[in-house]
């Protein structure tokens, strides 16, 4: 079995020890690389290619967010999720406007981390749940005070690709779902985010939640 490989950003070298104990316990993840500060990890992540970057949001010489930024720029096939103390709105909308895959607390129980790298790793997007109520409610504020899209303004087939996506299904996954080929979903992924001018999975991820979709059986 391949594992997934996960590269660690934080400048806690106690916490790093902690979480490459816990990450190397699992059987389908190991960790290969760490650093403690922001450029390095940039740079080392972007030699290494890992599977998954767990990225602080505090760290020395270049924070987490512009590690994010340049990091989802050379090298946008690694997943982003960060990890934080910080529960402050605007420090999370600034990772996953950079292009984090989701994010969470450092006080979160250890299988919800587990849990959150795997869905990264696999195209999907973790919002601490302590968290994604109120970053929702400032989406919802924005989408308010300005104009955008109407869920009408997607076509139908649109609109089934838009959901699936936002449920964290791969590309090959939709196809076989919507009997579509892998470059027919690609289109139809391109055009939707170009008409709700997303760009990444996050975004999709709630706008997803304020249509109410991701409640629905």
């Known amino acids: 079995m391949n594992k997934l490989r996960i ?3 934080d400048d806690h070298a106690i916490l790093r020890e902690g979480l490459k104990s816990l990450i190397n316990t ?11 500060n922001g450029r390095t ?34 090298c946008p096939q690694t997943k982003v999720l960060a990890l934080t103390v910080h529960s402050d709105q605007g420090y999370l909308r600034q990772l996953l406007k950079a292009g984090a895959s989701g994010y969470v607390l450092k006080r979160a129980a250890v299988q919800e981390l587990v849990q ?8 999907g997007t973790y919002l601490d749940p302590t968290m994604a109520s109120g970053l929702l409610g400032g989406y919802v504020r924005k989408q308010r005070s300005e104009e955008g899209p109407a869920p009408g303004d997607l076509s139908e087939r649109e609109t089934e690709v838009l959901r699936l996506l936002a449920r964290g299904y ?7 779902r919507l009997d579509l080929s892998v470059r027919t979903v690609e289109t139809y992924k391109v055009r939707l985010m170009g008409k709700l001018n997303f760009r990444s999975r996050a975004e999709v991820v709630r706008y997803a939640l304020l249509q109410g979709w991701l409640q629905e059986e």
Do not use: H
């Open 41 to 74: 990890a940039w740079l080392e992540a972007k030699a290494l290619k890992p599977d998954v970057v767990l990225m602080d949001i505090s760290m020395p010489d270049l924070n987490g967010a512009k590690a994010t930024e340049w990091l989802k720029r050379d």
């Open 7 to 9: 590269f660690l950003a």
């Open 170 to 176: 791969s590309n090959k996954e939709i196809a076989f």
């Open 26 to 36: 699992q059987p389908d993840m190991t960790v290969i690389g760490e650093t403690d």
């Open 116 to 123: 959150a790298i795997r869905a990264v790793a696999a195209g």
